[in-house]
């Protein structure tokens, strides 16, 4: 059940944040649950999954109201949860667009399907 714990500072306006980039497990090497907990600090982040050529979910606001270095938990956070085939690429795009600077906090989970 390999996991992906990430707390990251955003600078005003930034675009393209994606934590799992050089990932050990970017690209899934077998079909897995994944399960996504992400939370910011501002109103203004933005947040676009992609698992493959699938587009799991649109731009879409985070959940604000975090706080820095915490990392989310399902009890206060919902969860995105999504199957994902062997060979899939893992990609969260996340956007910053009000012009602040809040810090995201997430964790990836993967869950092999055998």
Known sequence: MPQLNFSQALTANQLGFNPVAGWQYEYVPWPASVILLVRATGVSTRLTLYS???????????????????????????????????????????????????????????????
């Open 52 to 114: 493959g050529s699938e587009t799991i979910q649109e731009r879409s606001i985070v959940q604000s109201g975090g706080t820095a270095g915490v990392t989310p938990s399902e009890l206060n956070t919902p969860a995105i949860y999504f199957q994902a085939a062997a060979g899939d690429r893992l990609k969260t795009v996340i956007d910053e667009v009000g012009g602040l600077t809040p810090t995201v906090d997430g964790i990836v989970i993967i869950n092999p399907l055998f």
